[in-house]
């Protein structure tokens, strides 16, 4: 990657809208909408670094009729305290709330508590027509990569849906009994057609949800490594061994250009981790990978890379 050939990139970033829909995936949408008509409550998963983005707008509008409950999974991968303010947001909206980490089963009860209260009307509705004892049947929703599959499997205490580190891998619908008068209705991670916020779309492809090959994986590492210098700079340079380097690099001279700079701090890194090809040129492919990996399975700390609207 020349320095020049990446501010190119940088500019054509902001023009990028990702366009892709797989046939599978308007498939699913549309039984999803025919699902709806058979559950109480919908359960949606989210990621806890993207809350936002982890949202699929297109089944906001089918599900808006229904009770719902948001649980912000893959806490251990997101800051504390901003965790605890997306909460106070969507209660803030008047969606429940609930954070996790379904690897540990941490939260599990308290999202199985949170669907037999906000049930408690559906419920009420039931007994008054002598339907006494009903299952509260809830449908579980989720795009790739946000840890539904593995929720669901602790939640169940059974290893009944599908894991995999690849988008869209759960398959096929099922009913799960969770325990006594709890179901639940698992459901392929389905994304939408297009991203026209490049915000949005970047921040999907940080976290793996859009797959590598729909971007290049140097043109997400180098916008990460940018967002990771302003906004969590003592994680990246703990990670990296980078003590004032960032600082030096980034307070030098005005005539060099901004992203000359990112550049160096990602060149550093580079050097660091011996992502170097013959020659000493820098191996941007090694190290886009490096960076990418190591803050999507947390060794760079906790990050998260969306805050709630105040």
């Known amino acids: 990657m020349e320095r020049k050939a990446n501010n190119e990139t940088q500019k054509s970033l902001s023009k990028v809208v990702i366009n892709w829909y797989p046939g599978h995936m308007a498939k699913t949408k549309r039984q999803i909408i025919e699902d709806l008509k058979l559950v109480d409550l919908v359960v949606e998963i989210l990621d806890a670094r993207i809350p936002l983005a982890s949202q699929n707008p297109d089944i906001q509008e089918y599900i808006k009729e229904k009770n719902k409950i948001v649980v912000i ?31 540990s089963g941490k939260g599990i009860r308290d999202v199985i508590n ?49 894991v995999g580190n690849k988008p869209g891998v759960t398959r096929q619908k099922q009913w799960i009994k969770v325990e006594e008068g709890i179901e639940l209705m698992d459901t392929p991670g389905v994304l939408w057609p297009k991203f026209e916020n490049e915000k949005i779309a970047m921040n999907l492809a940080y976290a793996g949800t859009i797959k590598d090959d729909i971007l290049e994986k140097t043109e997400i590492a180098f916008s990460l490594l940018k967002y990771l210098v302003n906004n969590y700079k003592q994680n990246l340079s703990e990670r990296y061994k980078l003590d004032n380097k960032i600082d030096e690099i980034m307070n030098s001279s005005d005539d060099i250009d901004e992203n000359d700079k990112y550049l160096s701090i990602l060149d550093t890194i580079a050097k660091k981790r011996g992502a170097i090809m013959s020659g000493g040129r820098i191996d941007y492919e090694k190290v886009s990978v490096i960076l990418l990996d190591e803050f999507r399975s947390g060794k760079i700390g906790k990050i998260t890379l969306e805050q709630p609207v105040k």
């Open 73 to 103: 999974n893959k806490c251990d991968l997101a800051d504390e305290a901003t965790t605890i303010a997306w909460v106070k947001y969507f209660e803030k909206n008047n969606i429940p709330a609930v954070i996790t980490d379904a690897n």
């Open 114 to 162: 949170k669907i037999q209260t906000v049930a408690k009307e559906s419920q009420a509705k039931y007994a008054q027509k002598g339907r006494v004892g009903k299952n509260i049947r809830v449908l579980v929703l989720g795009i790739p990569n946000v840890g539904k599959s593995s929720f669901i499997n602790r939640i169940s205490k059974k290893t009944s849906a599908k």
